[in-house]
């Protein structure tokens, strides 16, 4: 068959893909958020709550509860300027459509760092949306921004390049604090923003070797990790394990006597 | 007594109806007839261009000025809509925009200089003059820090075009 035939079927495909998809939510895609409010688009907002963005998309939908996600490899510990840290958001698998945004900031909103991904060959099946990663980088300098479109991914990775440090008047070398904010969607698909889920999330962090700062928040359950190797994560888990069953063994001698 | 005293009491208030509606008509027909021959609608493409991008962005979100428990409300493509059927990704409706409009220009009325309406103070923090307003961000901010946000800038300036026109000038709230 020639080039001609196929093209009324791949209109049809594209129309009933078109129609099958009309009810899903307002931002499907990642250009939405930098369209014309005007037209239904952010108007430059991205919802990531982050200081220079400010709301999140619980301004719009009505979270019904707070999931739980899991947050690992960000250097909430303390960064080293210039290094680059792969961190991992993780969701229940069984959540039928999930979408976020994250932006990584100064305390005054400017971008800080860069946002990138990994090769689409290093991703698990789970962080691929066809061949393709599922999480999208906003290009260009002016922010530090990174989303996931509604495509039933079950986690991402995401690079984040600390920023470089620069001298300051004195001859010191010096970084910013860095302020991860996000706002992660679990949508119930109906089309409206009501019966969803959203968590908020942010977290403040500096460069290593300086005193962390007290501006550290973190909303809605958000499970966050520091960056460690897998070993820390197994030998918290089982000293969790251990005190548990301590003081469970402790509750029971105390019902017996 | 009453029942029969019913229908010609109808028709007296039927025929005043009518009248104020017939007296109304003529009275807008030439109102808007002057208003056109001076500025045709320039105070509907400036909101249409300048404000109504701004008050979607800033302001009209579920949680915010997008529910019908609002005076301000504003109407729009992926944020509210007048008919609740109407498919989020329509674009705006006439009616919506006029309707924004009508309750976007309620918020100029002031006794003192435009920048002293409500829906130019309430979003303005307060100490760049703003007044209180429950939309404050997560971080405690009003919707605008300064009066030279390109925002508020935008607002201002639709506003003066809007109370520029005639018979537009702003109802005092005073005696």
Known sequence: MNGATHRPLALMGALFIASITGRAEAFRLPTNFNQSAAVGGGGGRFFTGSPVDRYTCKVCHVSVASPQIQLMGLPFAGYTPGQTYSFLIDWDDTWPSVAYDIEMTDGAGHALGTFSLPPDSELAPGELCGPKAAATILPGPERTLAFLTECGAHQTTILWTAPAATQDASGRLTAPEAWFSGSLLVSDKDGSVAGDAVMDLSHVFGPLGETPPVATRIDGGCSVSVAAPRFGHWLASVSYLLVGACLLRRGRRRTSS | ?175
């Not at chain 2, 997008?66 to 809509?81: K, T, W, Y």
Request: some cysteine.
């Open chain 2, 1 to 175: 007594m009453w029942k029969s005293r019913k229908p010609a009491r109808s028709c007296c208030v039927l025929s005043a109806a009518l009248l104020l509606g017939v007296v109304s008509n003529i009275a807008m027909g030439c109102q808007s007839e002057t208003a056109a021959d001076q500025t045709p609608s320039a105070d509907m493409d400036t909101f249409r261009e300048e404000a109504y991008p701004v008050l979607m962005r800033d302001c009209g979100f579920n949680a915010c000025h997008g529910v019908q428990e609002r005076f301000l409300i504003i109407f729009g493509p992926n944020r509210a809509r007048i008919d609740p059927a109407t498919h989020h990704d329509t674009p705006v409706l006439p009616l919506e925009m006029e309707v924004t409009h009508a309750r976007a220009r309620s918020m100029l009325v002031t006794s003192g200089p435009v920048t002293s309406s409500l829906l130019l103070t309430k979003p303005l923090e307060k100490n760049a003059g703003g007044v209180g307003h429950g939309g404050v961000d997560d971080f405690n901010r009003n919707v605008y820090q300064s009066v030279d946000e390109p925002g508020y800038v935008a607002l201002l300036k639709w506003a003066q075009i809007a109370l520029a026109q005639p018979g537009a000038a702003p109802v005092s709230a005073s005696p």
